[in-house]
């Protein structure tokens, strides 16, 4: 890493290893962390896993989209810190440990980019590369106090990372504040769909309703007002009509088997020591059979014509990110399990869809953030961040 001092266990120990960035541009004067499932030059890519670093080759070029930001001038700091394979939400790692999560101490950063949220909320970084499949953006955003976005499926080029469900994987990134947000959204976005403004927003109850308790909720409504001042309220719907549980076991059905398919022969050949998740969902995914993933995807078909109902294409849908703030760390067994369960549930729809979705630092509990999310219709993501950045501001 390039960074002197790493308080929060945010980067990876690579060797300081410069890399080029253009002098002047828009990111200009910005810092940049990078998780390490993006290829870096210079750099192996090691996945979270320290076999997959081991063999891996040292990559003689960047990822496009990281690529794109050093051409803007953003200035490379470090690769960070990931869950292994990305197949987790929680951040703790077994072979390098737990970033610190500064604005909840005692609980986890989330994963599975949980270095780059880490960087980014204590400020050793301006802004940091994640990547989303199932959430591991937007739940991170939430844990840590920062604006996170999952874009609309395929905006951003994402080759030069590395895989995990190829038909849910996007690139994603952190920042403090909306205007530094915006900045990269400008550089890697390019125009967004045409549609008219963003005018109106529906709340989802039964995503509401998978909320960890009535404290919870009162701390997600509260910022209700300030999205008011910005979208006409269009009364609340259930996303779901079949159930979010059901949705979830399309998702988790779906990117088990697209898993399976990108890293089982490299599991059976090298047999891999995971850590606790981990190797149960790996265990899990070898055994969904393709007629199992082809009818996930029909119902996944049935999804995303709901969600593009609901929004037509003014509207945005409001949700709490997660189902509480950041989960104390060394969470364990059925515990852990009922939380990952809630929190897939609450974060899957967007995902189905591909759609994209931004979580706010709007809500607070006990002290420690809870992210407020808005969904917008397909590809309308830089619309989406210019409202965000306006609901920011006040």
């Given at each position: 890493?390039?960074?002197?001092?790493?308080?929060?266990?945010?980067?990876?120990?690579?060797?300081?290893?410069?890399?080029?960035?253009?002098?002047?541009?828009?990111?200009?004067?910005?810092?940049?962390?990078?998780?390490?499932?993006?290829?870096?030059?210079?750099?192996?890519?090691?996945?979270?896993?320290?076999?997959?670093?081991?063999?891996?080759?040292?990559?003689?070029a960047?990822?496009p989209?990281?690529?794109?930001?050093?051409?803007?001038?953003?200035?490379?700091?470090?690769?960070?810190?990931?869950?292994?394979?990305a197949?987790?939400?929680?951040?703790?790692?077994?072979?390098?440990?737990t970033?610190?999560?500064?604005?909840?101490?005692?609980?986890?950063?989330?994963?599975?980019?949980?270095?780059?949220?880490?960087?980014?909320?204590?400020?050793?970084?301006?802004?940091?590369?994640?990547?989303?499949?199932?959430?591991?953006?937007?739940?991170?955003?939430?844990?840590?106090?920062?604006?996170?976005?999952?874009?609309?499926?395929?905006?951003?080029?994402?080759?030069?990372?590395?895989?995990?469900?190829?038909?849910?994987?996007?690139?994603?990134?952190?920042?403090?504040?909306?205007?530094?947000?915006?900045?990269?959204?400008?550089v890697?976005?390019?125009?967004?769909?045409?549609?008219?403004?963003?005018?109106?927003?529906?709340?989802?109850?039964?995503?509401?309703?998978?909320?960890?308790?009535?404290?919870?909720?009162?701390?997600?409504?509260?910022?209700s007002?300030?999205?008011?001042a910005?979208?006409?309220?269009?009364?609340?719907?259930?996303?779901?009509?079949?159930?979010?549980a059901?949705?979830?076991?399309?998702?988790r059905?779906?990117?088990?088997?697209?898993?399976?398919?990108?890293?089982g022969?490299?599991?059976?050949?090298?047999?891999?020591?995971?850590?606790?998740?981990?190797?149960?969902?790996?265990?899990?995914?070898?055994?969904?059979?393709?007629?199992?993933?082809?009818?996930?995807?029909?119902?996944?078909?049935?999804?995303?014509?709901?969600?593009?109902?609901?929004?037509?294409?003014?509207?945005?849908?409001?949700i709490?990110?997660?189902?509480g703030?950041?989960?104390?760390?060394?969470?364990?067994?059925?515990?852990?399990?009922?939380?990952?369960?809630?929190?897939?549930?609450?974060?899957?729809?967007a995902?189905?869809?591909?759609?994209?979705?931004?979580?706010?630092?709007?809500?607070?509990?006990?002290?420690?953030?809870?992210?407020?999310?808005?969904?917008?219709?397909?590809?309308?993501?830089?619309?989406?961040?210019?409202?965000?950045?306006?609901?920011?501001?006040?």
């Open positions: 890493m390039l960074i002197a001092l790493d308080p929060v266990d945010a980067f990876v120990d690579y060797g300081p290893i410069p890399v080029a960035s253009a002098a002047t541009g828009p990111l200009s004067g910005l810092t940049l962390a990078v998780k390490d499932l993006y290829d870096v030059a210079g750099y192996p890519t090691g996945a979270g896993h320290p076999l997959v670093r081991q063999q891996s080759t040292v990559k003689n960047s990822a989209a990281v690529q794109a930001l050093l051409d803007a001038g953003a200035a490379f700091m470090g690769k960070t810190h990931t869950d292994e394979f197949y987790s939400m929680n951040g703790e790692n077994a072979h390098y440990g970033p610190i999560n500064v604005r909840a101490p005692g609980r986890i950063p989330g994963g599975s980019s949980s270095g780059s949220a880490a960087a980014v909320s204590a400020g050793l970084v301006d802004i940091a590369l994640g990547s989303d499949t199932g959430g591991s953006v937007r739940a991170p955003a939430s844990y840590n106090g920062l604006i996170g976005l999952r874009p609309t499926f395929g905006r951003i080029d994402i080759s030069g990372v590395f895989p995990l469900a190829h038909s849910f994987d996007t690139v994603g990134w952190f920042a403090r504040d909306a205007e530094t947000f915006a900045r990269v959204g400008d890697l976005l390019g125009p967004d769909k045409d549609g008219p403004a963003l005018s109106r927003f529906i709340v989802g109850d039964d995503i509401h309703a998978l909320l960890l308790g009535d404290l919870e909720e009162a701390a997600v409504r509260s910022a007002p300030r999205i008011a910005h979208l006409e309220p269009a009364g609340a719907v259930m996303v779901a009509p079949e159930g979010l059901a949705w979830r076991m399309i998702f059905t779906m990117q088990a088997y697209e898993a399976w398919q990108a890293h022969d490299w599991i059976k050949k090298n047999n891999p020591h995971f850590g606790p998740g981990v190797s149960e969902r790996f265990e899990w995914a070898s055994h969904v059979a393709a007629d199992e993933y082809a009818g996930a995807a029909a119902r996944r078909a049935q999804v995303r014509e709901r969600l593009t109902a609901l929004l037509g294409d003014d509207t945005v849908l409001a709490p990110t997660t189902p703030i950041a989960p104390l760390r060394g969470l364990a067994g059925e515990e852990l399990d009922s939380y990952r369960n809630r929190a897939l549930s609450m974060l899957c729809s995902g189905l869809a591909g759609l994209p979705q931004i979580s706010l630092p709007l809500a607070e509990y006990l002290g420690c953030p809870l992210g407020v999310s808005l969904v917008a219709p397909h590809g309308r993501d830089r619309a989406l961040i210019d409202l965000a950045r306006r609901i920011m501001a006040g």
